[in-house]
């Protein structure tokens, strides 16, 4: 019999299959590309789960999810609830971090299907003698696979339903309390359990929620024009950690090439004194696993990661896997790079453009298993330094498979570490290397700037199935892009750009200083490059020029930090606002987070134009947020520092570029 | 190396891993809840295959379907073209019947990559000495992959391209028959194939394309009141068949049960001449097996079939697992049924109904193994005595791990078999019938009667995923269901019904003569039942009685085999209709299918309404079909018989329901 079962019906080859397991589980969400690949969960979360569940005929069904830590352990169970259609919903609430399995499990309930059968009989005015015998062996049943002291409570439902006295056995039969002690101890002999366990990662908080800033460390030397150090850098510690940012993002520390360096503003050639890009890694001095000399040492490296932990603040590295013609790789593994006919080694290339001072790797090198190590192992190297926190650069530009096993095989043992994907690219790719594990994304957030660009692109990442594993950062500006919008709209455009990173998404991060000095001077007209970049030069700030936005930028992180409703992307819901009538805004977005307990609600409001005052009718739908639509609340701008009472869904806000651009509002309720 | 990869990332456990396999296949359709089931075609479809496919960087991708027959063969493969966002697209001719298993294949075509590189530059009037002999490597190697004489024509290019004269050079290098050639040898070393070889069924004829005919035999008795046999029914034959049906269903056949038997109008005593229900099977005189003796032998219901087979009709059997409480199996296999307290087999029930003739086989049986194999080997009994067509009675009150093996295992050995489910009941097991291996399921259409939901119901049908692997029989009657439509919308519903059932769906089918003599009394007010219902009581049919509707029926039945168009499901496309301008009409339905040639292309239009008459303005999208939209062009109404000049995209329709409520356009081009 097996055997014919084995030959013809693929996924029935189970050694334990059972024909009698009558219930269908399919079409499970979340299920990432049939399992393939993991969900993703802040702790706290409570995961809806859902599946089409049913059964032939019409017997009632039981529906559970099922989870435990990956690999072993018992299996915690939660009730599902049938919806619409057959369709079954249950919430998995979610626990530490770490790696779990969920799946689900459905069995026909013959207790609840009788008992249901009884009441009609009952109302119809049938005999139902022969039905309490047949109820009661159920009840038996159960008594027999449940401990005392229930066990002797069922058996005493049984001989009550056995009673003379019909009308004392439907009683008896119809208890509440003997459905709560039934349903404890169902006969789940023939449980449907789904096919397959599916994967679910907890992830460390700093995945869910970080304030990123970046800042170069050679800019910031004790005096004008000397090369910044790792120790020179320690003073900006308490700064930066007084504006709220809890991770520092240094670009690459690591010896910078002398072959084909590019000077001042990207040029060809550089001067003598010109410090050189440092994504161009690599030097007699050193790879990846070396620092800087001009930086420090290694030792002073540490000591600055150490300090930084001090201050709440971790240090996140970036690792580009490229190398200057000068990187001992070249020498060292030539086999890792592709050789031109003339003896030398292929630069990157976008035809017709050329990186001359940048090689990159091969990896379709036959040696492609030492490479892999080799580059595993720069992670780890910076990881026994005491880093947790990777910004990859152009992830997508080396082999997938790569960073599938790279991130996996390195977060078993370091679960701790976060991988930003530096990715500006198509969304097929950037949604592959969330998928392949990178814990962050950069996004399209830089190039959404109108009402519907944003709410649409917030709409999808906090949909399925991107909400499940890609988790965006914001940035609203980096060394490479100096957005339009910035060049041209002035203070009151930075703010409403800060605004809306740290309030639509939990993750966000800006380029420092130029972003709280309101840098805005691109190298060209129409270009995104910053004037004079600091990817090609030393640069001297002053944090304290005047039309700066570190207070703005302060207030901020104090309000992300303080509202755990904004420390999560996905509970986003986008409200209307109305010019006049019936005709939506174009200038003002408003959006409403829920933290996961439903007690702390922030509606944010930001007026879109940078130039002038707008003002619209905000409707707040109160009763999607567990709001009773005839209470009274205020509603306190933690940014402009006003409070208003509102009553009713429907309420007029205005706002004026020049004082302030953007609400963001917690909802208090009035007793 | 392979030890780290199987332990944490299970799916890049595979022998043949391969890190330089760099491109990504993935999201493709169709695949069927992660490929456990086929998706289901008919010859001669083109089947459109898509997936997201890309690599890293910026290299250019090829990539192509590959089909061969289930479990081996060699792999024929058919050129995908990327279509947005990373999205790619190819179409697979599907074969003759039988099973067969596709996947996709994609690499990195580095000789593309290189030759569009080179034409940048060359634009940009850089120097390309190198780049060609670059180029020139690529051209050699895939001479060492071609026979002769490509082999030496490649070698010749190759020489070209190293021309000290770079225009002559580059010349050779830009041939397009060069890269024909090397798209013909490319350097598949490193590509990708999907992880997943998926299932696809090619199905016979029959089940794409069929026209069913109920009828009960039992009611054509050579003389009033007697009871008809096998032998009788011959005769219906050529009717049936001049009609143009090529399916004739019969109730099932087998010995009717005594006990319990239900009288005329389902009353719950029948009298001792009255012939009970055919559906409580089983008596003394056999079970399933067996033959009614009144309906004759089984070597009289062989020549039947055989004599039937000869008029180019399958007989279908209706086969229902239930048993009359007479049934053989309730003594031979006690174990199968379900016992109550008091020594009586539980009878079917929907509490408070109970339906005490039937006795339902109980699927959680210990001996469900030997329950499986004796159900089974019902149809095979049956496919020994010709027959190859089965309609099941309620396959969704019985497992449905059942039939997911027992179809299969049938078809294996019997790939020309057709199983109707009948089934009409929720959307997700209607479903996963189709999935387990039903190949056509009764359908709603009986209840989708307005333009929108017709329309909405087809559109569902018609798409994916449903359209992979459900393919629906539209019936508007059955002897259990006699839509409230019918019983008051006269001839005029008989015949707009007819039309739609047979032009929306390519299955179809009636209960007869019920239906071509517009029977329209239902037992009572509100209800579906006929009045003196078939099932319980032999009829006495007049085909010639006035008002009948078969002159119809047998020119829609015409129309259907003449045109192709009219012989798939899902080729529909629903026009606009407008009774004022922008306004949509709400009685006048309208439909293009078209072959998958191109060259048939049927319109219908219907008016839903039997009293009146309408008109309006129909939009045919003329280029969506491939047509130029200035040609003129002539509507042959195939049903109604005129033929109208048509021009442009909006053209006036009226139909008065009393003369006809449809037309069946063949679009016919003027030279």
Redesign the interface.
């Known amino acids: 019999?097996n055997n014919?079962?084995r030959?013809?019906?693929p996924?029935?080859i189970l050694d334990d299959f059972d024909?009698?397991?009558?219930v269908?589980i399919?079409?499970v969400v979340p299920e990432l590309?049939?399992?393939?690949y993991p969900i993703r969960c802040m702790e706290g979360e409570l995961l809806t789960v859902e599946a089409?569940i049913?059964?032939?005929?019409?017997d009632t069904i039981s529906a559970a999810i099922c989870c435990r830590p990956a690999g072993g352990g018992e299996w915690l169970r939660y009730a599902m609830q049938p919806r619409e259609?057959?369709r079954w919903e249950g919430f998995l609430p979610v626990g530490k971090p770490g790696r779990y399995e969920y799946t689900l499990e459905a069995w026909i309930d013959h207790f609840i299907t009788w008992k249901?059968?009884?009441s009609?009989?009952v109302?119809?005015g049938?005999d139902v003698l022969?039905d309490l015998?047949?109820g009661a062996?159920f009840v038996e049943k159960a008594a027999g696979r449940s401990p005392e002291p229930d066990a002797l409570q069922l058996k005493t439902y049984a001989v009550k339903m056995l009673a003379p006295d019909q009308s004392a056995a439907v009683t008896a039969a119809s208890d509440e309390a003997l459905e709560l002690l039934m349903l404890r101890y169902p006969d789940k002999a023939?449980a449907t359990r789904y096919e397959k366990a599916l994967a679910l990662v907890v992830e460390t908080p700093k995945a869910g929620f970080s304030s990123w800033y970046e800042l170069f460390p050679r800019s910031w030397g004790r005096e004008p024009g000397r090369h910044g150090t790792f120790r020179d850098c320690m003073r900006l510690l308490p700064l930066v950690a007084g504006m709220g940012f809890d991770v520092i993002y240094l670009p690459p520390i690591h010896p910078i090439g002398i072959t084909k360096r590019k000077g001042k503003n990207n040029a060809l050639v550089a001067g003598p004194d010109e410090p050189g890009s440092c994504w161009a890694i690599g030097s007699e001095e050193g790879g990846h696993k070396s620092v800087h000399p001009e930086l420090g040492t290694l030792d002073d490296f540490r000591a600055f990661v150490a300090e930084a932990e001090r201050h709440g603040i971790s240090v996140a590295l970036d690792i580009a896997f490229q190398c200057s013609p000068d990187h001992p790789y070249v020498k060292e593994h030539p086999q890792w790079f592709r050789w031109?006919?003339?003896g030398t080694v292929q630069f990157a290339?976008?035809?017709?453009k050329r990186y001359e001072d940048i090689l990159p790797l091969d990896?379709?090198?036959p040696d492609?298993?030492n490479l892999?190590?080799e580059l595993r192992s720069i992670f780890l190297f910076w990881i026994e330094s005491g880093v947790t926190v990777f910004r990859v650069d152009n992830p997508?530009?080396?082999?997938?498979?790569?960073w599938?096993?790279a991130i996996?095989?390195i977060q078993?043992e370091h679960p701790e570490t976060v991988f930003l994907a530096e990715a500006f690219t198509?969304?097929?790719?950037m949604g592959?290397l969330a998928r392949a594990g990178f814990t962050q994304s950069y996004s399209y957030f830089t190039w959404r700037n109108t009402k519907w660009e944003l709410q649409e692109y917030l709409r999808e990442l906090s949909s399925a199935p991107l909400k499940y594993y890609m988790r965006p950062n914001f940035w609203p500006n980096t060394p490479d892009i100096l957005h339009e919008e910035l060049q041209t709209g002035g203070r009151p455009k930075f703010i409403i750009r800060l605004v809306l990173a740290g309030t639509l998404s939990s993750n966000y991060g800006m380029y420092g200083p130029a972003y709280e000095l309101c840098e805005h001077l691109p190298v060209a007209p129409g270009k995104e490059e910053y004037l004079d970049s600091e990817k090609y030069e030393i640069k001297q700030w002053d944090l304290d020029r005047p039309g700066n936005i570190r207070a703005e930028i302060t207030l901020l992180n104090r309000i992300r930090k303080e509202n755990q409703a904004l420390q999560s992307t996905s509970n986003i819901t986008f409200l209307r606002i109305d010019a006049s009538a019936g005709h939506e805004h174009d200038w003002l977005i408003g959006y409403v987070k829920q933290s996961s307990d439903g007690q702390n609600i922030i509606l944010t409001v930001v007026n879109l134009d940078q130039s002038n005052t707008h003002g619209g009718w905000l409707h707040f739908p109160l009763e999607r947020f567990g709001i009773d639509a005839g209470s009274r609340y205020r509603m306190e701008d933690l940014l402009g520092g006003a409070s208003y009472e509102w009553h009713g869904e429907w309420n007029y806000i205005e706002l004026n570029p020049a004082v302030m651009p953007a609400h963001v509002f917690r909802v208090n309720f009035m007793s």
Chains 1, 2 share one sequence.
Not at 19 to 22: A, E, L, S, T
Not at 396 to 402: G, R, V
């Open positions: 019999m014919t079962f030959h013809t019906v996924h029935l024909g009698r397991q009558r269908i399919e079409q590309d049939g399992g393939k089409d049913f059964t032939d005929g019409a259609n057959d249901k059968g009884l009609k009989k109302e119809a049938q022969l015998r047949i062996v023939h031109r006919p003339d290339e976008n035809p017709p990896f379709e090198s492609w298993q892999w190590l997508h530009t080396k082999a997938f498979p790569f599938e096993w996996a095989t078993e198509r969304p097929r790719l592959r």
